[in-house]
T-cell receptor, first 109, second 113 residues
Framework: KNEVEQSPQNLTAQEGEFITINCSYS?????LHWLQQHPGGGIVSLFM???GKKKHGRLIATINIQEKHSSLHITASHPRDSAVYIC???????????FGQGTRLTINP | EAEVAQSPRYKITEKSQAVAFWCDPI?????LYWYRQILGQGPELLVQ????????DSQLPKDRFSAERLKGVDSTLKIQPAELGDSAMYLC???????????FGPGTRLTVT
């Protein structure tokens, strides 16, 4: 079992829909990251969380440390949100990030 | 806005050849990371530098891969000899320090034929 599991692996939705991507992890962590990767490979950091909730524009990230679970929400989704969304965690006392396999999101107009 | 630079963006090489990738991190960032991402998977850390020192290279195949960051600024990742299984995206990232947010470069897509 991977240390970081994301669901769903693939998600297709219509423009305007509310999107939720989930991330579960099995170790105690010091930080969790949500990343966005567009076709062509470039990765953009969306959020870094250690507790609670963060919001940036139409994106919201939440984390529940006790349940070892985080969600990324996209409100009023748009075709330009189509990308792979990756969850990554830094275990307590560790230096490196462990990445999930990513969720491929496709938003159709 | 400052960015992490990588070159080349694409590289096609024959197996058994040598190949090198270059990364220039954001100015002032002490920590530099090289990742390998195989299609359909998340990135995997190959090597992490703190200034010019390697702090984690546990996943680096040291028989064929080498990395250096001689002056603690830009870095080079080398593969010699390349194998078919090395075909992947090689990503460089940097952060102000080891526990801070990482900024990724555009990556180098390597194809070994």
């Amino acid at each position: 079992k991977n240390e970081v599991e994301q669901s769903p692996q693939n998600l297709t939705a219509q423009e305007g829909e509310f999107i939720t991507i989930n991330c579960s992890y099995s170790v105690g962590i010091s930080a969790l990251h949500w990343l966005q990767q567009h076709p062509g490979g470039g990765i953009v950091s969306l959020f870094m969380l250690s507790s609670g909730k963060k919001k940036h524009g139409r994106l919201i990230a939440t984390i529940n440390i006790q349940e070892k679970h985080s969600s990324l929400h996209i409100t009023a989704s748009h075709p330009r949100d189509s990308a792979v969304y990756i969850c990554a965690v830094r275990a307590q006392g560790a230096q490196k990030l462990v990445f999930g396999q990513g969720t491929r999101l496709t938003i159709n107009p | 806005e400052a960015e992490v630079a990588q070159s080349p963006r694409y590289k096609i090489t024959e197996k058994s050849q040598a190949v090198a990738f270059w990364c220039d991190p954001i100015s002032g960032h002490a920590t530099l990371y090289w990742y390998r991402q195989i299609l359909g998977q998340g990135p995997e850390l190959l090597v992490q530098f703190q200034d010019e020192s390697v702090v984690d290279d546990s996943q680096l195949p040291k028989d064929r891969f080498s990395a250096e960051r001689l002056k603690g600024v830009d870095s080079t990742l080398k593969i010699q000899p390349a194998e078919l299984g090395d075909s992947a995206m090689y990503l460089c990232a940097s952060s102000w320090d080891r526990d801070y947010e990482q900024y990724f470069g555009p990556g180098t897509r390597l194809t070994v034929t």
